[in-house]
């Protein structure tokens, strides 16, 4: 069989790599190398710089030792990775390659390489450049949890079109990914990784336990030894409730299943809280979902799927050979016929997500409308026309035209994704990036035309109007192009997901439309005598609600919204006139404006940690980098 009907895929850990080989005919052929169907994943850097033969440390090179390679490029760029661990990672590809050839007959030329679906460009790109010096064609980079929905598809499971699901690759270090099936295939709608919650933070937690003090730290205990007698105690306990590790230059120590669940402990509720969060980060619920799904070299940990299922009410399946499901998967990409796949109706967005998009909109409609139906234009006839218009109305319709919009955003940047090229859009971050940066342009160019279109329509100069409809709304578009690039990046997710940060708050926009909507009208009925003190009356009522809106913007505790809502409603009322009107639209763009600043800082620049429920002890820091998976 040839080179161009065999596909080879590669899933480079932290701590080890594993392959397969992909027929034409569907089978699947898992690599062996030296006998094993994983290749640690391990260096040891001398002093000289030279790396020794097939990466294996030597008994003089244990203080070089590199547990786990990719880490050092995870930490830093490509151009500053560390060099052994560089070497090792091409040392462990140009196995896999030589193996693969020997069982092809000549170098096979589909090469995928997994990677995780948090890593960024610089990091894909250091992966393709270690592929290229491992004498590899230029390969296809496959997101892990990808792979694993693909495996998933290749051995039965049912994922409709629109399906949502959750894989948990616990490995050395643990990522969680919510994915959503579509008809071309699998999407990353959020991700979030810890490089300490995974098999190398339990094997540090054993080997304590098991000699009593810090891994490596011991007089005479060879770390590398160390590590491998705990790996292999740790796979063991999982089917047996008792082995015996030998340590070197250490009388042997009974090791037991108390002492491994220890050691899980923390690290199980870690991912379990990975999950929860990834799941409100893709802004779904647990009933939203098809199944989570845990693979990995630590995935069939005891009490894992214990804490998934107790922290998200979903009980996790733990694949097969769950090491290998990334491998195999990765091979499949693209083979999956997904024609003949039950679809489902995307669903609905919530009525909740809606409305925070159909109330700014419809609000905005009618505040520039009564602003055209009830201007007064001066000297129609004569030579001095003029047009009164209450540019706090006109000011508070382009704003809640910019909030309507930007509620919207992440509905557009899904649009959007779903008709580009380009594949940066079709990350989460991307389509957020994406989705904001459009809201800011459509709301910016509604604006506009309620600019261009009033001028038009009384005959007037547009600047000023221009004037009155961008400047108010230029804060509130500046901090959503902050926010735009903190999705791009992958900085973070906000807790609640990216839609429920983008939406406005909907009692302060239906209480400044009503209350700018009195105001008008108390300036431009006809004022009989009978009618004069109900309109007044009106005129003061809308101070009140604007009033009102503005605190419900600024002040967000419900003790503090009720000492302020009364002084600054009642001086609202007190100062409502025609003069004033423009002011008091100002007013509230202001308040919007301190609100999104809010927003900005509490929720994305310095967000307050989620409250665990269960402590978290051990080794396990909170480390949210989205390079850490295993």
């Known amino acids: 069989m040839g080179a161009g009907e065999a596909r080879l895929s590669i899933d480079c850990g932290s701590a080890g790599t594993r392959a397969a080989l992909a027929w034409a005919d569907g089978s699947v052929h898992v690599l062996a190398i030296d006998g094993a169907p994983r290749l640690p994943t391990m260096a040891s850097q001398p002093t000289d710089g030279r790396t020794p033969p097939e990466g294996q440390p030597t008994g003089n090179q244990l203080e070089a030792f590199i547990p786990g390679p990719r880490h050092p490029i995870e930490d830093a760029t490509a151009g500053d990775a560390d060099r052994g661990a560089v070497d090792a990672v091409v040392a462990a590809l140009r196995g896999v390659a030589a193996e693969a050839e020997r069982l092809v007959g000549q170098p096979v030329r589909d090469v995928r390489v997994v990677v995780p679906a948090g890593w960024g460009p610089r990091r894909r790109t250091w992966m393709r450049q270690v592929a290229h010096r491992a ?143 990834a799941i409100a980060a893709a802004e779904l619920t647990a009933a ?18 214990t804490a998934i299922t107790e922290r998200t009410g979903v009980a996790p399946a733990v694949l097969p050979e769950p090491g290998l499901a990334a491998a195999r998967g990765a091979a499949d990409v693209g083979a999956v016929d997904t024609g003949t796949v039950e679809r489902v109706e995307v669903p609905v967005p919530p009525v909740r997500r809606a409305a925070a998009i159909a109330v700014p909109g419809f609000a905005s409609l009618a505040l520039i409308w009564q602003c055209l139906l009830t201007a007064e234009q001066h000297g129609v006839l004569g030579l001095y026309y003029s047009v009164s218009v209450n540019w706090g109305e006109f000011t508070m319709a382009a704003v809640m035209a910019l909030l309507a919009c930007l509620a919207a955003g992440t509905v557009l940047g899904s649009l959007i994704a779903a008709r580009s090229p380009t594949p940066g859009t079709r990350t989460e971050g991307g389509r957020v990036s994406v989705g904001i940066l459009a809201a800011v342009s459509l709301g910016a160019a509604i604006a506009g035309l309620y600019a261009v279109v009033t001028s038009q329509y009384f005959g007037m100069p547009v600047g ?69 003190l109900w309109i007044d009356i009106a005129g003061r009522v809308g101070g009140l609600l604007l009033g009102i809106a503005v605190v419900m913007a600024v002040v967000t505790p419900l003790m503090f919204r009720l000492i302020l809502a009364a002084p600054l409603a009642v001086i609202f009322a007190a100062i409502v006139s025609r003069r004033a009107a423009g ?35 051990g080794p396990v820091r909170a480390d949210m980098s989205p390079g850490g998976g295993g």
């Open 583 to 617: 002011m008091l639209g100002v007013i509230y763009a202001i308040a919007v404006a301190t609100w999104w600043a809010t927003r900005l800082w509490s929720r994305v620049l310095r967000p307050s940690r989620p409250t665990a429920t269960a402590p978290l002890t």
């Open 464 to 532: 000023p109007y221009l004037k009155w409809a961008l400047w108010p709304i230029a804060p509130v578009s500046v901090m959503a192009v902050a926010m735009a690039a903190v999705a791009a990046r992958q900085w973070r997710t906000p807790h609640g997901g990216w839609s429920a940060l983008l939406a406005a708050p909907n009692g302060s926009i239906v209480a400044a439309t009503l209350g700018m909507g009195l105001i008008q009208y108390s300036l431009t009925a006809d004022r009989w005598p009978d009618r004069i």
């Open 288 to 305: 939203d979902l098809a199944g989570i799904y845990c693979v990995g070299g630590s995935a069939q940990l005891p009490q894992l799927a």
């Open 135 to 277: 004498g590899m064609p230029q390969p296809r980079l496959v997101e892990a949890p990808v792979a694993v929905a693909e495996y998933l598809l290749t051995n039965g499971v049912r994922v409709p079109v629109g399906a949502f699901l959750v894989v948990c690759d616990v490995g050395a270090g643990a990522e969680v990914t919510v994915l959503r099936r579509a008809p071309t295939g699998f999407e990353v709608l959020a991700t979030l990784a810890d490089r300490a919650a995974g098999g190398t933070a339990i094997d540090q937690a054993f080997a304590n336990t098991l000699i009593g003090t810090a891994m490596g730290t011991g007089e005479g205990t060879s770390r590398p030894s160390v590590v491998d007698s705990v790996r292999v105690a740790k796979e063991a306990l999982v089917r047996h409730s008792a082995v015996t590790v030998p340590l070197p230059d250490r009388p042997p120590v009974i090791a037991n299943s108390a002492m491994l669940d220890e050691a899980v402990r923390p690290v199980a509720w870690r991912v379990a809280q990975l999950t929860q969060e």
